[in-house]
């Protein structure tokens, strides 16, 4: 679905990605695992058009889209929830959510998806009237979630959603990942909890300082010496 | 003072500051998007009147229509200065795009010089604002009552699409933060357009209400009724619409009323206007109704 090949990045200054290739098979979850300021982040930002690619790939439903402006790339099926959650603060749960589908115009079936995203995340129908700067961290994080799946994405991808949440949120939010991929979306996750990101993922690639160094299944991965001493923490 | 001339005063500060709340609203919409400071805003609200002004002279056009002429091509001129100017510059520091602003002022004055000639020119007021009216003894001109309704009428259709549309909610979430607001697939070149389009369409709400009070025009007349407005916009909080709307209206019932109770200062009135831009930076620099934002990059 998502074929990226040879892509270098140049961010600030620094060669950021050194020519990484790396493949997104339809309705799977692959991951990105590596420590900060492996060009993880870099990665995402380039597929969404955030951020110009020097050279390179990066292929979507086999259309290159490199060099497309970011909002034509959300209007083809690409959604991310952004690092940091980025949720509009001053604007309510509702507005956010509806920002989300903002270049839609099927309108009835906006609020079909509404009511999906509701039933995925309850306590954001019961917030929908608040600003979300008042949501708590993992509230935000709910709401950056269901606000990407408002576009209908295809490909979802979703930046550190672990980032400064409490375990057993971190739990809920990856339970979730995994049943909007049995609902049929592919994913990419980047995470610095890699342990929590191979459990769930199809697939998963391992970057360090801008270079793809290992990949694998998340099952071989999670067993492989290197990135067990290096990523998870063990002996 | 009399009951009559202090309401007499009272309507004349709500209309003049009408007009500045129109002109303030471009300001603080285009800060609240850009963070920039469009200096030739007040150049834009003269050439709306110069637009009404030939509108009604050459083509014989009525007022109304004359003015909702000039609100379209002074909107669209608003778009055409945002991207042969500004838009260029959207990466580089602030302070290029400001200094880029004064300049287009500067050539949007001088070029009206050269256009249109420096001699004020008589603008037509028509019949229907020419009349006095008396409520309760009170005697205004009719066009003081009828310009607080035309601006209260584009004030009710900004609010209605800023806080009721999609556009709107696009517009509220580009000024909050752009780069999540391309996430969310907002074409924001287009909402940037939109943006200018509206607040100089309201600027030449506002010229053409000008020009018809006074009722002369000529190509200077922005410099004074753009920089009240901007002190407007930073009295309520400039990047708020609702700011601006009461920073005008505060600043034109303050001026008028300071005129009128002490008639000796008449000659400090701009001065006056200044200093309560000192104080309001002094004392609460995010205005009013205003928010502490975070400086983009």
Not at chain 1, 2 to 21: M, N, P, Q, T
Not at chain 2, 86 to 94: F, G, T, V
Not at chain 2, 204 to 210: D, E, F, I, P, T
Not at chain 2, 228 to 239: C, T
């Amino acid at each position: 679905m998502l074929k990226i090949e040879d892509l270098h990045v140049f961010y600030g200054g620094i060669h950021a990605l050194k020519g990484i290739s790396l493949h997104v098979p339809k309705s799977k979850i692959i991951t990105l695992i590596g420590a900060n300021g492996a060009g993880k982040s870099t990665t995402l930002r380039t597929i969404t058009g955030l951020v110009k690619a020097k050279k390179g790939s990066i292929k979507f439903l086999d259309e290159e889209i490199l060099g497309y402006p970011a909002h034509k790339i959300v209007h083809m099926g690409i959604a991310m929830a952004p690092e940091g959650r980025k949720v509009f603060p001053n604007l309510s749960v509702l507005e956010n959510l509806k920002l989300g589908a903002y270049f839609r115009t099927d309108e009835s079936s906006i609020e079909k998806d509404l009511d999906w995203v509701y039933e995925l995340f309850p306590r954001l129908k019961e917030r929908k009237k608040q600003k979300a700067g008042t949501l708590s961290g993992g509230e935000q994080q709910m709401l950056a979630v269901g606000r990407a799946l408002m576009s209908k994405p295809d490909l979802l991808l979703m930046d550190e959603p672990s980032l400064g949440l409490a375990p057993l949120l971190v739990k809920e939010i990856f339970e979730i990942v995994q049943q909007i991929n049995e609902e049929g979306r592919t994913i990419l996750l980047i995470e610095q909890n890699a342990k929590a990101a191979l459990k769930i993922a199809h697939y998963g690639y391992v970057l360090e300082t801008g270079r793809i160094i290992l990949e694998g299944t998340g099952q071989e991965l999670l067993n492989n010496e290197d990135v067990k001493k290096a990523y998870l923490g063990e002996a | 003072m009399s009951w009559e001339s202090f309401f007499q005063n009272l309507s004349n500060g709500i209309s003049l500051g009408g007009l500045y709340a129109l002109i303030a609203i471009g300001y603080s919409m285009v800060y609240g998007i850009l963070r920039l400071i469009n200096f030739a805003h007040g150049d834009i609200f003269m050439l709306g009147a110069y637009i009404a002004f030939y509108g009604m002279l050459i083509f014989s056009l009525p007022w109304w229509l004359s003015l909702i002429v000039s609100i379209i091509l002074t909107a669209f001129i608003g778009i055409l200065i945002d991207k042969g100017a500004y838009k260029p510059l959207r990466n580089a520091p602030r302070i290029s795009a400001l200094i880029t602003a004064i300049g287009v002022s500067f050539f949007l004055e001088n070029l009206g010089l050269v256009v249109f000639g420096g001699r004020p020119k008589g603008f037509y007021r028509p019949h229907i604002f020419d009349e006095i009216i008396t409520i309760k003894g009170v005697r205004i001109l009719s066009l003081t009552f009828y310009s607080l309704v035309i601006t209260a009428i584009f004030l009710v259709l900004l609010f209605y699409i800023v806080y009721r549309t999609k556009t709107g909610l696009g517009m509220r979430a580009v000024s909050t933060d752009m780069e999540t607001a391309r996430l969310m697939g907002i074409d924001v070149d287009k909402i940037i357009s939109i943006t200018f389009a509206i607040g100089s369409g309201l600027a030449a709400v506002g010229g053409v209400l000008w020009a018809m009070k006074y009722p002369q025009i000529n190509p200077l007349m922005g410099i004074f009724p753009g920089l009240k407005a901007f002190i407007a916009a930073v009295l309520g909080g400039i990047g708020s619409v609702g700011g601006a709307l009461l920073g005008g209206f505060i600043l034109g019932i303050a001026e008028i009323m300071l005129v009128a109770f002490m008639p000796q200062l008449s000659g400090y009135r701009d001065a006056f206007a200044f200093l309560i831009l000192i104080l309001i930076l002094l004392v609460k620099p995010t205005g009013l109704l205003g928010v502490e934002v975070k400086e983009k990059a």
